[in-house]
C-alpha cells in the first residue's frame, strides 16, 4: 500500500507491506538510521519517536496507522544550521551516553517530557525515563543532562 | 610534560555528536548493494537428537535463496575455548566441537540447527519456520550439581562427564588450608549461588557477510569488542580462510559487556552464505534470539569457607564451586570461573591459606561467559559477603574487620596465596575516602528517618580488588592462555601536522577517541582536537587484542605511549638534521623541539612536513615519513581496588529494596579523564545493582529460558538507581605501565553486588530477624518478603 | 509478523463490516497487539485500525458519570479524568510509560483482558459499564477470566462510563521487567458501599474481593482488613512471585489504597 506522512518536516511517500512497522519505514524506507530497535517487547524504548508531538515506540506503531502525520526523528532534533537542540547539547555536555545506542529514544523522550513538564525535578525525570533502558551509564548523567536542558541547576546533592 | 597537561582532563566526547544526531552507523544501519537476509532455525528443546531435517519446503518459499544445515559445516572446524584449564589430576579440560551450526544433536533451546538466505528477512523468517526438522527430545541437563554428578545422560556424547575440567588453586596449598580450617577458632561457611545474567547490550548483534568473487575477498561487519580476535578465530580456526583474506569491520557498536567478545556461529554463516550466493547476507538478532544465544554471564553455585581467631584475623578461605559452562565452551568460558575467579580469592587481605575449587560444567543452556566483571565479580562476591557474615558472628565492625586484614602499604608489593603480585595499593586511605563520601556518621540519622516512615533501612559495606588491564602474555600463557594479550597503536603523523592513530582496543563506550587523543596530546604538546583514532576495521589498524578486562587504557593506551615515544625519537632526528644539531642535542617540550644551550628551536608542525618533504634528507641515517607502531605487552595486571557503600530501605509491607545511596571509592591509579571514568563507575554500579536487586536468568527443568525477553528479565531502569557518590582520589599509581593507569570499566559491577546484599542482611538484622544470614541474589521483593516472614 | 490487510475505516459502521472479515482483528493502540503479532502468538489476516474513526476519543463527565470514549488514549485519560476522577487519572498515568501511553486504549486494553493489566480493575472496580457498537454490557459480566471477556467477535467498545466514586485510589505493584502490575487494586468508594477489584494476581484474570469490600463498607479503613485474606491456591506463580506472595500483596495494597482514598 501507499503511503505518506511528513517526516522532520519532509512530506514522504512510499509504497509499503501493510504489515511495515513504523521503525522499518523510518529506518529502511527512507535511510533514518538515527531510531533504533532494541527489543521486541515495546521495552527498551531505543526506537522513540513523536508522532503528531507525541512520543511513540515506532516498533509498536504500523507504518500504515501514521498515514498523514508529522513524525520527528532524532535527525529533525538539530537545526536546519545544524544548532544543537538543547537537550542534545545537554547530553553530550554533561557525559549523558556512551556506546550511543538508546541515547535517540532517550533525547527523544527527553523532549517529550519537558514539552509535558518544563522544569521536572529528578525525580519525575526518573519516573518519566521509565520506558527507556540505558545499560552503559547508570542513568546518573541522562538525568543530569536534563536537569541541565530544562535550565535548571545540575549540581545534585549526591555529588 | 607541557604546562598545560590535558592528562586529568574532563575533554567531552568528540563521539557524542554523531550520536546524538542520530548519525552514528551501527552494523544495522549498513545497507550493501543487493543486501539479502539470514533467518535461523533454532531448537525449542533444550537437549535433542537430530533425527532429520527436511528443508525442501524452505527453499520453495518466495525469496528463498539458500538453506543451510549443520551438514554443511560437518568439514570445517569448531570455535575454539582460548584458554586451556588442566584438572587437579594434571588432565587436560574436554573440549568437545562447538559446530558453526548444530549437527548430530541440539543441545540448548536457541541452538540454531538451519540458516536460510532469502531477499528480505521477514522472508527468511517465514522459510526459517518452514524447515522440517526431526528431533527427538532427550532428558534436559539443567542442575548444576546433578549434571556434574550424572555420567550417564551427557551434554556431549563424545566426552565421559559433563564436568569439563576439575581445578584445584592451588593444589599444592589444599591440605594446609585444610589444616588451617580444622584448627580455627571460628570458621564462618556460607552457601550461595552467584546468580546467572543476560548482558544485554541495548544493540542485538548483527553481521553482515560480503564476498568478492574478483579478489576472493571477505569482508564481515559485526558486532565486535575485538574485530582482529574474530579474524582470528574465524580464519585459523573455523572456517580456514587465509587471515589476509578477511577484513573484519566493527562500527559504531552498542554496548558490549562481554556478550561480543566472542565469535558466534551466525558470524561464519554470513560468510559462508555470502560466498555461496555471491551477495552479501545481512542478519540481525532480534531480543528474544539474543536471549537464546548471547553468552550469558556468571552462574556459579558456591560454598565459601572462612577461618579466623576471635579478633577477626583472617586464617583461612576455602571454597568449592560449580560454575555453569552452559552447552558449549564460548571462548574465555574456561578463563572466566578458574583464572579471573579464584587468583582473586585472596581480596584486598592478608590472609595466609586459601586454597580454591571450581568444577566447570556443561549444562544444556546458553553458553556462560564472562561479563562485565568476569570471575572477579564472582570471588569478590562471595568473599565480601562471607566477610559481612563473620564480622555479625564475632560482633566486629564491617569496616573494622576489613581494615584489619588489609595488606597495608608497605607490604606492596604483594605476593598472595593464589599467586598474584599486587603492585600497589593503599586500602585503608581508599576506606577514609569512602567513609567520608558516603557520610557513614550520619547513618543513625538516617536509619531514625526511615523508621519513622515505616522503612527497615541497612548499611553494606564491600572491598574489592581486580586484576585487570588483562594482560601479560608470559603470565596468561604459563596459566594456559592460548592467546597473547598484549596490544597495538600505530601513531601516523600526517604531512599537516595532524596525527591518526590506530589501534587495536574498540571503543563501544569507552570513550576511546576522546581519551585517547588526551594521551597523545599530552606526549607530543599539540592540540588533541588534532589527534584522531582510527578503530574497529582488521584493514586500517595493527593486531591489538580489543576491549575487555578493562585492559584498554592500561594496555592499549600504553602501546600508543610507546608508539608516541618512537615518534619524538624519529622526530628528534629531523629536528635534528633541520637545526644541525646531533639528535641527543636536541630536546622537545611543549611540542617544540630545541636544541640544547642555543636559542634553535623548530614547531612539531614544521618536522612533520620535513618527514613528508625529505628533499635533504641523510637517507642512509633517516627514513622519510613519522610513523610508528608499537605492541606493549604488560609485565602484569593492574589491580585496581575500591571500598562500597550501600544504603537501602527496605519495605516490610513488600519486600521491596530501593537503593537510597551509593558511594564509591575506588583507586584505579592515574585518570585520564575524570568525566569518562566516572561514566564507567556510574553504568557498572547500575549493572551490579540489577544483578543483587532484579537480573537473573532463570530455566526451568526442561531448560526453557523463562526470563527470555524484557517482559520477563528485569534490568534497573532511571527510578531503580539514585544518583552516585564516586571518589577516585585515593589512588596509587600502577607501577609497571608508563600512564600508571590501572582501569575502571568493570570496577563498579564487581564491588556493588555485595555492598548492596550486605545492606538489605543489615537492615533485616537491624528489624529482629536474626536468622536470616543470606538471601541469593537477585534480592526480589518476593524473596526479601520471604524471607522477612519465614524467618 | 506474518503479513496481513490493513484497513483503517472512518466509522464504526464500516469498522465492523470489515471486523466480519473471517480472523479479522480490530486495532487499537496495538500496545499489546503488535508485540504479540512481531512474536508470531498472533496472525490476524486483517487487521482493522479504529483510529480513524471521528468521536472515538474523548472524556467527558455527566452528573456522577465519567464517560471515556473506546479510543481514547491513557495519555488522554491521564490529563483529563483528573478533575472529577482522580483515582481513575493516576491509574491511567501509570500504564506502561509514556510513549505506550500515546498509543494504548482504554477500548484495547478491556477487550485484551491481559490479567495483569491495570484498567479492567477500574471498569470492575467502579462497576463501569461496557459500552459496544451493539450494546452496554456491565463490568461484572464483561470480565470472563484470563484475555476472556463478553464481546463477540467483531465487537466494538465505544465508551466506558464508570460511576464517578466518592473517593477511589489504585495501588500498583509493578512486575519490574513488564511494569504491568504484579498486582494492582482498585478501591472505590461510594455512597452505598465500597467496591475492590484486583489485578495481576488472580488466575482467572481480574476480580473483586468480595470479603473486604463488606468489611470496608461498614468500617473503611485498613483494619478492617485485619484477618481477611485470599486464598494463595487462587493466585498467579511465576518467577517473580509465588501464590502466597501475591496472595499477601492483595492484601497489602488493598489497606494502602485505603489509606490513601481515606
Redesign the interface.
Given at each position: 500500500?501507499k503511503i505518506s506522512m511528513t517526516v522532520n518536516g519532509k512530506e514522504v511517500a512510499r509504497e509499503v507491506?501493510?504489515?511495515r512497522?513504523l521503525v522499518d519505514y523510518l529506518r529502511q524506507d527512507l535511510g533514518l538510521t538515527g531510531t533504533h530497535v532494541g527489543c521486541?517487547?515495546?521495552?527498551c524504548?531505543a526506537c522513540?519517536v513523536h508522532?503528531d508531538g507525541?512520543?511513540?515506540?515506532a516498533?509498536?506503531?504500523?507504518a500504515?496507522?501514521a498515514?498523514g502525520a508529522q513524525v520527528k526523528t532524532i535527525e529533525g532534533m538539530a537545526g536546519k544550521d545544524g544548532t544543537l537542540h538543547a537537550i542534545q547539547a545537554a547530553f553530550q555536555e554533561h557525559h549523558g551516553l556512551q556506546c550511543g545506542f538508546c541515547t535517540p529514544g532517550m533525547i527523544m523522550?527527553a523532549a517529550?517530557?519537558l514539552k509535558e513538564n518544563p522544569k521536572p525535578n529528578e525525580h519525575e525525570i526518573r519516573e518519566?525515563l521509565?520506558?527507556?533502558i540505558c545499560r552503559c551509564t547508570g542513568y546518573h548523567n541522562i538525568v543530569k543532562a536534563i536537569m541541565a536542558a530544562s535550565g535548571q541547576p545540575v549540581a545534585i546533592a549526591a555529588e | 610534560m607541557p604546562k598545560d597537561s590535558v592528562i586529568g582532563t574532563s575533554t567531552k566526547r568528540r563521539e557524542d555528536k554523531r550520536f546524538i544526531t542520530g548519525r552514528g552507523q551501527y552494523t544495522d544501519d549498513i545497507v550493501l548493494k543487493d543486501q539479502t537476509y539470514a533467518a535461523f532455525a533454532r531448537s525449542d528443546v533444550a537437549h535433542g537428537k537430530i533425527v532429520s531435517i527436511d528443508t525442501s519446503a524452505a527453499e520453495a518459499m518466495p525469496g528463498v535463496l539458500a538453506v543451510f544445515t549443520g551438514e554443511d559445516f560437518a568439514e570445517v572446524g569448531g570455535n575454539p575455548a582460548g584458554w586451556l584449564i588442566h584438572s587437579r589430576d594434571g588432565t587436560p579440560m574436554t573440549e568437545p566441537k562447538r559446530p558453526v551450526l548444530a549437527h548430530g544433536k541440539v543441545r540448548h533451546v536457541g541452538d540454531a540447527y538451519a540458516a536460510v538466505i532469502a531477499e528480505t528477512a521477514?522472508q527468511a523468517r517465514?522459510a526459517a519456520?518452514a524447515i522440517d526438522a526431526t528431533i527427538e527430545e532427550l532428558p534436559a541437563i539443567v542442575d548444576l550439581r546433578q549434571a556434574a554428578s550424572d555420567t550417564s545422560n551427557r551434554v556431549h556424547d563424545e566426552v565421559a562427564s559433563n564436568v569439563c575440567f576439575d581445578w584445584g588453586w592451588i593444589e599444592d596449598n589444599r591440605a594446609a588450608v585444610d589444616e588451617a580450617i580444622k584448627g580455627a577458632p571460628h570458621v564462618t561457611t556460607l552457601e550461595l549461588r552467584n546468580n546467572r545474567l543476560s548482558p544485554n547490550p541495548i544493540e542485538p548483534r548483527c553481521s553482515i557477510g560480503d564476498f568478492n568473487p574478483g579478489t576472493e575477498d571477505y569482508t564481515l561487519y559485526t558486532t565486535s569488542q575485538n574485530p582482529h580476535l574474530t579474524r582470528l578465530l574465524v580464519c585459523a580456526f573455523v572456517m580456514g580462510i587465509p587471515e589476509n583474506k578477511l577484513r573484519v569491520v566493527a562500527p559504531d557498536v552498542g554496548g558490549g559487556f562481554g556478550s561480543k567478545i566472542y565469535h558466534y556461529g551466525e558470524e561464519a554463516l554470513v560468510l559462508a552464505a555470502a560466498k555461496r550466493i555471491g551477495r552479501p547476507v545481512k542478519w540481525t538478532c532480534s531480543r528474544?534470539e539474543a536471549f537464546l544465544t548471547d553468552a550469558h554471564g556468571r552462574d556459579h553455585v558456591t560454598k565459601i569457607e572462612l577461618a579466623t581467631d576471635f579478633d577477626g584475623n583472617f586464617i583461612a578461605v576455602r571454597t568449592e564451586t560449580f560454575a555453569n559452562l552452559g552447552a558449549y565452551l564460548s571462548n574465555f568460558a574456561t578463563a572466566t570461573p578458574t583464572f579471573l575467579h579464584g587468583t582473586l580469592m585472596a581480596g584486598n587481605y592478608t590472609v595466609p591459606n586459601v586454597y580454591v575449587n571450581v568444577k566447570g560444567v556443561f549444562t544444556n543452556t546458553v553458553p556462560v561467559d564472562a561479563y562485565r566483571g568476569a570471575g572477579r565479580p564472582e570471588a569478590t562476591f562471595s568473599l565480601e559477603r562471607v566477610i559481612d557474615k563473620c564480622a555479625r558472628e564475632l560482633g566486629i565492625d564491617p569496616i573494622e574487620i576489613r581494615r584489619k586484614n588489609y595488606i597495608k602499604p608497605h607490604q606492596f608489593p604483594y605476593t598472595t596465596p593464589v599467586a598474584l603480585e599486587y603492585d600497589t595499593g593503599d586500602y585503608d586511605a581508599v576506606m577514609d575516602r569512602l567513609e567520608a563520601i558516603a557520610d557513614l556518621s550520619g547513618f543513625e540519622r538516617r536509619l531514625n528517618d526511615s523508621a519513622s516512615r515505616g522503612k527497615l533501612r541497612g548499611l553494606g559495606i564491600s572491598s574489592y580488588i581486580e586484576a585487570c588491564g588483562i594482560a601479560p602474555s608470559n603470565l596468561v600463557g604459563a596459566l594456559g592462555g592460548r592467546v597473547g594479550l598484549y596490544d597495538a597503536a600505530t601513531v601516523r603523523v600526517n604531512a599537516t601536522g595532524t596525527i591518526s592513530v590506530m589501534v587495536g582496543a574498540h571503543s563501544h563506550g569507552q570513550s576511546h577517541e576522546t581519551t585517547f587523543p588526551q594521551i597523545v596530546a599530552d606526549r607530543l604538546g599539540i592540540d588533541e582536537s588534532k589527534i584522531e583514532i582510527v578503530h574497529g576495521d582488521t584493514a586500517k589498524i595493527p593486531f591489538g587484542m580489543g576491549t575487555y578486562g578493562s585492559r584498554s587504557l592500561a594496555v592499549c593506551g600504553s602501546a600508543v605511549v610507546r608508539a608516541t615515544e618512537k615518534i619524538i625519537a624519529k622526530a628528534k632526528l629531523i629536528a635534528g638534521h633541520m637545526m644541525e644539531a646531533g639528535d641527543a642535542e636536541v630536546d622537545f617540550e611543549d611540542g617544540v623541539f630545541s636544541v640544547r644551550g642555543t636559542n634553535k628551536n623548530v614547531p612539531f608542525g614544521d618536522v612533520a612536513l620535513k618527514a613528508y618533504i625529505p628533499h635533504d634528507f641523510p637517507l642512509d641515517r633517516i627514513e622519510p615519513g613519522l610513523e610508528e607502531t608499537a605492541f606493549y605487552d604488560p609485565a602484569n595486571f593492574t589491580y585496581p581496588s575500591g571500598c562500597y557503600a550501600c544504603e537501602v530501605e527496605v519495605d516490610p509491607?513488600?519486600?521491596?529494596v530501593e537503593v537510597m545511596s551509593f558511594a564509591a571509592a575506588d583507586d584505579f591509579g592515574n585518570v585520564i579523564n575524570p568525566m569518562v571514568v566516572e561514566g564507567q563507575v556510574h553504568g557498572g554500579i547500575a549493572q551490579g545493582i540489577g544483578q543483587a536487586l532484579?537480573e537473573?536468568a532463570?530455566y526451568d527443568e526442561n531448560g526453557q529460558l523463562?526470563?527470555a525477553s524484557?517482559?520477563?528479565?528485569?534490568?534497573p531502569r532511571a527510578y531503580d538507581v539514585p544518583m552516585f557518590k564516586v571518589d577516585h582520589s585515593a589512588n596509587t599509581p600502577c607501577t609497571h605501565n608508563p600512564l600508571g593507569v590501572k582501569g575502571c570499566g568493570e570496577a563498579g559491577a564487581i564491588g556493588s553486588p555485595p555492598a548492596l546484599v550486605n545492606a538489605v542482611i543489615d537492615a533485616l538484622q537491624r528489624a529482629g530477624r536474626s536468622s536470616v544470614t543470606h538471601i541469593d541474589m537477585p534480592l526480589?521483593?518476593?524473596r526479601v518478603?520471604?524471607a522477612i516472614?519465614n524467618s | 509478523?506474518?503479513?496481513?490487510?490493513?484497513q483503517?475505516p472512518g466509522s464504526i459502521e464500516d469498522a465492523v463490516a470489515a471486523l466480519r472479515h473471517e480472523d479479522a482483528m480490530p486495532?487499537g493502540g496495538?500496545?499489546t497487539l503488535?508485540?504479540t503479532m512481531?512474536?508470531?502468538l498472533a496472525s490476524p489476516t486483517r487487521?482493522v485500525?479504529l483510529?480513524g474513526i471521528p468521536g472515538m476519543k474523548g472524556v467527558s463527565s455527566s452528573g456522577d458519570t465519567l464517560i471515556v470514549k473506546g479510543g481514547t488514549t491513557h495519555?488522554i485519560v491521564a490529563r483529563e479524568a483528573g478533575g472529577v476522577f482522580p483515582g481513575l487519572a493516576q491509574l491511567a498515568s501509570h500504564i506502561?510509560?509514556?510513549?505506550?501511553r500515546?498509543?494504548g486504549t482504554i477500548g484495547g486494553s478491556l477487550a485484551n483482558n491481559d490479567p495483569a493489566a491495570c484498567y479492567p480493575a477500574a471498569a470492575l472496580g467502579t462497576g463501569a459499564t461496557i459500552k459496544t457498537d451493539r450494546r452496554e454490557i456491565a463490568a461484572d459480566e464483561f470480565f470472563q477470566g484470563m484475555f476472556s471477556t463478553a464481546l463477540d467477535e467483531g465487537e466494538i467498545i465505544t465508551e466506558v462510563r464508570f460511576p464517578i466514586p466518592q473517593a477511589a485510589n489504585y495501588q500498583k505493584?509493578l512486575q519490574?521487567?513488564?511494569?504491568f502490575a504484579m498486582v494492582g487494586v482498585f478501591v472505590a468508594r461510594f455512597a452505598d458501599g465500597v467496591r475492590v477489584a484486583v489485578t495481576g494476581a488472580g488466575n482467572d484474570g481480574v476480580f473483586r474481593w468480595s470479603e473486604a469490600e463488606s468489611a470496608l463498607s461498614s468500617n473503611f479503613s485498613a483494619d478492617a482488613l485485619a484477618g481477611l485474606s485470599v486464598s494463595a491456591d487462587d493466585m498467579i506463580a511465576?518467577?517473580?512471585?509465588?501464590g502466597a506472595?501475591r496472595a499477601?500483596?492483595v492484601k497489602?495494597l488493598t489497606g494502602?489504597a485505603v489509606l490513601a482514598a481515606s
Open positions: 500500500m507491506e501493510d504489515r512497522l521486541d517487547t515495546s521495552q524504548g522513540v508522532v507525541e512520543p511513540v515506540k516498533c509498536t506503531m504500523l500504515a496507522d498515514e523522550s517529550a517530557l518519566y521509565d520506558g527507556n | 521477514e517465514d519456520e528474544s509491607g513488600t519486600g521491596k532484579m537473573n532463570v523463562l526470563s524484557y517482559m520477563d528479565y528485569t534490568m526480589t521483593p518476593s518478603w520471604d516472614h | 509478523m506474518y503479513n496481513f490487510e490493513f483503517k486495532l496495538g500496545q503488535l508485540p512481531k512474536a508470531r487487521l485500525s483510529g495519555a506502561g510509560d509514556a510513549a505506550v500515546s498509543r505493584f519490574p521487567a513488564s511494569r511465576d518467577i517473580h512471585g509465588s506472595y499477601h500483596l497489602e494502602r
